[in-house]
T-cell receptor, first 111, second 113 residues
Framework: GQQLNQSPQSMFIQEGEDVSMNCTSSSIFNTWLWYKQDPGEGPVLLIALYKAGELTSNGRLTAQFGITRKDSFLNISASIPSDVGIYFCAGIQGGSEKLVFGKGTKLTVNP | KAGVTQTPRYLIKTRGQQVTLSCSPISGHRSVSWYQQTPGQGLQFLFE???????NKGNFPGRFSGRQFSNSRSEMNVSTLELGDSALYLC????????????FGPGTRLTVL
């Protein structure tokens, strides 16, 4: 099935650094969602975006819905060890009820 | 409110067997979607149920089926298990439409030997 192009696949950073990851598609999406998944658990919703150009923050996390509606990015500022996990973007296209996922960005934070 | 719950959390089966997984959505949520997650394919949509009816379906063989009960609880069944069915099976619930924000359960880790 269709999936979003999420990059990078993995990141290794030092505690305190900022992180940026993004998702792109050749198709237009009406909703963008960012999830974090810890090992053995289900994804947990971090941020939901519903409008092109929307910039939304959740603590140290900031996500934006791209103006073209074909991309979204997630920034994490001042990373801490508990930020470790896999971050997924997900999108919903107009006229579709299905959630399409990126393949994830695995984040490792070195203390 | 309690979150989405899934049972069992872990399951080991052998090829050819069948398995039933259960999902209880967040109270008041009427839509339940199921996903298969594997390292190679990522998160793949299986199907969505709303008001006891399958509303959307992904590209999985007929061995994968599901149902939803009047209390919105949902079950997923996989018959004639294959090794490739080993995966984390996740369900997610929303209030009315799967285009609403989805909240995921912890998943059921199925291992097929």
């Amino acid at each position: 099935g269709q999936q979003l192009n999420q990059s990078p696949q993995s990141m290794f950073i030092q505690e305190g650094e900022d992180v940026s990851m993004n998702c792109t598609s050749s198709s237009i999406f009406n909703t963008w969602l960012w999830y974090k998944q810890d090992p053995g658990e289900g994804p947990v919703l971090l941020i939901a975006l519903y409008k092109a150009g929307e910039l939304t923050s959740n603590g140290r996390l900031t996500a934006q819905f791209g103006i073209t509606r074909k991309d979204s990015f997630l920034n994490i500022s001042a990373s801490i060890p508990s930020d470790v996990g896999i971050y997924f973007c997900a999108g919903i296209q107009g006229g579709s009820e299905k959630l399409v996922f990126g393949k994830g960005t695995k984040l490792t934070v070195n203390p | 409110k309690a979150g989405v719950t899934q049972t069992p959390r872990y399951l080991i089966k052998t090829r050819g067997q069948q398995v039933t997984l259960s999902c209880s959505p967040i109270s008041g949520h009427r839509s339940v979607s199921w996903y298969q997650q594997t390292p190679g394919q990522g998160l793949q949509f299986l199907f969505e149920y709303f008001s006891e009816t399958q509303r959307n379906k992904g590209n999985f063989p007929g061995r994968f089926s599901g149902r939803q009960f009047s209390n919105s609880r949902s079950e997923m069944n996989v018959s004639t298990l294959e090794l490739g069915d080993s995966a984390l099976y996740l369900c997610a619930s929303t209030e009315t439409s799967s285009s609403d924000t989805q909240y995921f359960g912890p998943g059921t880790r199925l291992t097929v030997l």
